[in-house]
Nanobody
Framework: QAQVVESGGGLVQPGGSLRLSCAAS????????MGWYHQAPGKQRELVAA???????TYANSVKGRFTISRESARNTVYLQMNSLKPEDTGVYYC??????????????WGQGTQVTVSS
């Protein structure tokens, strides 16, 4: 099993910045894709950004040019730098990793989420 823990959320004014972190630990042999998802109040969870094991990235149109995803593979960590934040970015941000355990089992693992509130 793998454990995923997010951190870095909080309250920020419109136009401000936050950096989210997500660290994976446990019975991990390798990590494939890592991603961040956003769930706004009353809405479904949606992909914000993802990064492959090779470093290729993809972003939702709504965050292109404002958010940057990066990973530190040696630490099994992925980051989401969020700039020029808007009120519609408010919600819970979840980290998801695709990992293979030392026992050879592959799966997707979710963190507990971190709250981001953009408000003046």
């Amino acid at each position: 099993q793998a454990q995923v823990v997010e951190s870095g959320g909080g309250l920020v004014q419109p136009g401000g910045s936050l950096r989210l972190s997500c660290a994976a630990s446990g019975d991990i042999f390798s990590i494939n894709a890592m991603g961040w998802y956003h769930q706004a109040p009353g809405k479904q969870r949606e992909l914000v950004a993802a990064i492959s094991s090779g470093g290729s990235t993809t972003y939702a149109n709504s965050v292109k040019g404002r958010f940057t995803i990066s990973r530190e593979s040696a630490r099994n960590t992925v980051y989401l730098q969020m700039n020029s934040l808007k009120p519609e970015d408010t919600g819970v941000y979840y980290c998801n990793i695709g990992a293979t355990t030392t026992r050879g089992a592959s799966g997707n693992y979710w963190g507990q989420g971190t709250q981001v509130t953009v408000s003046s």
